[in-house]
């Protein structure tokens, strides 16, 4: 079975532009996060998204937003893209929805590589 | 909220051990351990769901003491393939919450 796949694999776009990047989960999870990796820092959380709706949503300013389409595929669409944006975008998928009480693993894709210059 | 790791860093000769810990100021139903190596994804290494509760990786191993909101990463015998960034998670009301992270590197 493939793993989670995202594309594009790296991406380099100027201040001010805007970027949709894209998320197909594992076959049967149903939820898919968004995580944001700057160098040398851990995976800092931007959305979960669970049966298509937004079930959760990280300190992120508006620039920042989501969807999940029918096939339980992802976008994460940034705006007006600033230096600071520059990281590592990952997308990890679930079989369940993540709750406090949650205990299944985190499937993660290899990431988009987002530079701004 | 965000779990705090220590140490930071560690640099090990092949065949030391190593002990990770991961603390939280919040309450855990689970606490998750997953490795990045550098370039890479996350990859899961083990989920511990009650306090006291040890699980096993190969070499690696962890406990959980509920009581005190804490978590241990047990590396034995390290190997070359064990160096990477070693990151806990805590679950929380809609996401997955990941320490500071414990970055290892085994020499030869």
């Known amino acids: 079975d493939a793993g989670v796949t995202q594309s594009p694999t790296h991406l380099i776009k100027t201040r001010g532009q805007q970027v949709t990047l894209r998320c197909s989960p594992i076959?049967?999870?149903?939820?898919v996060s968004w995580y944001q990796q700057v160098l040398g820092q851990g995976p800092q959380f931007i959305f979960q998204y669970y049966e298509k709706e937004e079930r959760g949503r990280g300190n992120f300013p508006d620039r920042f937003s989501a969807r999940q389409f029918p096939n339980y595929s992802s976008e994460l669409n940034v705006n007006a893209l600033l230096l600071g944006d520059s990281a590592l975008y990952l997308c990890?998928?679930?079989?369940?929805?993540?709750?406090?009480?949650?205990?299944?693993?985190?499937?993660f894709g290899n990431g988009t590589r987002l530079t701004v210059t | 909220q965000q779990p705090v790791q220590s140490p930071q860093a560690v640099i090990l000769r092949e065949g030391e051990d190593a002990v990770i810990n991961c603390s939280s100021s919040k309450a855990l139903y689970s606490v998750h351990w997953y490795r990045q190596k550098h370039g890479e994804a996350p990859v899961f290494l083990m989920i511990l769901l009650k306090g006291g509760e040890q699980k096993g990786h190969e070499k690696i191993s962890a406990s959980f003491n509920e009581k005190k909101q804490q978590s241990s990463l047990y590396l034995t015998a390290s190997q070359l393939s064990y160096s990477g960034t070693y990151f806990c998670?805590?679950?929380?009301?809609?996401?997955?919450?990941f320490g500071t992270g414990t970055r290892l590197q085994v020499f030869p």
């Open positions: 998670g805590t679950a929380a009301t809609d996401k997955l919450i």
């Open positions: 076959s049967g999870h149903k939820s």
């Open positions: 990890a998928s679930s079989a369940r929805q993540i709750g406090s009480s949650y205990n299944s693993p985190l499937h």
